[in-house]
């Protein structure tokens, strides 16, 4: 990538770390710088960089086109799903806000993403997340079978099932993504890291609120199951394959099955510093 880029990137980057602002316009001329790059240096591929970043005007305009053919379905035609995205990121500019701060959450976290343009292009967890987030609008106008039918495809396409209803905040990384459920009442806040096969699950058949409560800043570990309507505290890391049945207090590390606490955590947040150990 040329200096630039590099230069540009980083610059948006640190800008969003000090300040948490947005500056989505520096954003999309990254990814378009990016992608006119890797254009260059795999020509095979040029039409493709071309049909997903660099022949769009706009970030909204590129992202919908490519959500739009992840959900593609011979009973519901690419167009037509467009024009639901559309529709809900004209509605909603939390949607489209929400996935720049999460192409900046997978470029800050995630050590195998090399630049912004990585997670819209490649990363199949980025994808999920923004596709539960039209889901998510339409549960909310009373749209249930169409929230529904994008759940399904989203499960189908890209291995992950996120139930319409779940509340997912932003700046959320879901690292690999494949195996990941979570269920209808699950709350997860911002800036948390999910690795792939974890459960955000219920306790049987009960109805109503029965799904945990992710609070700020934790670090899910591969493969781990968090069951019931428990809250993991604030900063709270969970150990890969954990199975968590109780309630985790802030800012410590629990692992093992079921869960205990084995410590503090080393960082106020461990979903930024994705340390997995258990010292």
Known sequence: MNEGVQTLRSRVLERYRESGVLDAESIWETMRREAAA???????????FHATILNHVSFRS?????????????????????????EAMGDDDAILESALTDILATFDRDPACEDLSTPFLFLKGFHALQAHRIAHWLWHRNRHTLALFFQSQISVGLDVDIHPAAQMGRGILVDHATGIVIGETAVVEDDVSILHAVTLGGTGKDTGDRHPKVRHGVLLGAGCKVIGNIEIGAGAKVGAGSVVLEDVPPHVTVAGVPAQIVGPTRDENPAF???HSLR
């Open 273 to 275: 510093g994705m340390d």
């Open 62 to 86: 590129a992202l919908s086109f490519r959500l739009a053919s992840k959900l593609d379905n011979p009973m519901l035609p690419t167009m037509l799903i467009r024009d639901v995205i559309d």
């Open 38 to 48: 890797k254009a260059e240096e795999e020509p095979i591929l040029g039409s493709y």
